[in-house]
């Protein structure tokens, strides 16, 4: 028996909204375990970046435990959403300016960062089709 074209939407959908949170998990824990990392990747223009990488760690965590629970979880899609276009211009400044990023010998690093950038569009997807979307088809988690 095949599945159903519902049951394959449900299961993109929850795919995709275990992704969100376990990125979005990960990530926010790791602002407040290596905070340097985070606060050297913070745009020059941006005031006070110590203070920027703690809340958005915050943000993080908090919109990753909201997607956990059905009530809230569109919410904190949007949210995370949100979030994800803030902090877009520390990575589109990483991949401008990567001789201040020594982490890897070029031009791997120019890939690397390139390819992050890849990623936060496709997380950008995976956030609209998984926990903001609206579909008939949702199961619960």
Same mark, same amino acid.
Request: glycine residues 10%; charged residues 10%; hydrophobic residues 55%.
């Given at each position: 028996?095949?599945?159903?074209?519902n049951?394959?939407?449900?299961?993109?959908k929850?795919?995709?909204? +275990?992704? %969100?949170? /376990?990125?979005?998990f990960a !990530?926010? =824990? @790791?602002?407040?375990?290596?905070?340097?990392?985070? /606060?050297? /990747? &913070?745009?020059p223009?941006?005031? $006070?970046?110590?203070?920027? %990488? $703690? &809340?958005s760690?915050l943000?993080?965590?908090a !919109?990753a435990? !909201?997607l956990?629970h @059905?009530f809230?979880r569109?919410?904190? @899609?949007i949210?995370?959403?949100l979030l994800? #276009?803030? &902090?877009?211009?520390?990575? %589109?400044?990483?991949? #401008?300016?990567?001789?201040?990023?020594p982490?890897?010998?070029?031009?791997?690093l120019s890939?690397v960062?390139?390819?992050?950038?890849?990623?936060q569009?496709f #997380?950008?997807?995976? =956030?609209?089709? @998984?926990p /903001?979307?609206?579909?008939?088809a %949702?199961?619960a +988690?």
């Open positions: 028996m095949q599945p159903s074209r049951d394959a939407l449900s299961l993109s929850k795919a995709a909204i +275990i992704f %969100v949170f /376990i990125w979005f !990530g926010g =824990i @790791g602002h407040f375990v290596n905070p340097g990392f985070f /606060i050297r /990747i &913070v745009p223009y941006i005031p $006070y970046p110590d203070a920027a %990488v $703690y &809340v760690g943000f993080e965590l !919109g435990i !909201g956990l @059905g809230w569109q919410r904190a @899609g949210g995370l959403f994800t #276009l803030c &902090v877009t211009p520390a990575n %589109v400044h990483m991949w #401008l300016h990567p001789e201040l990023f982490l890897l010998p070029e031009p791997m890939a960062l390139t390819l992050r950038l890849l990623v569009a #997380l950008l997807f995976c =956030i609209w089709w @998984g /903001i979307r609206k579909t008939d %949702v199961a +988690i």
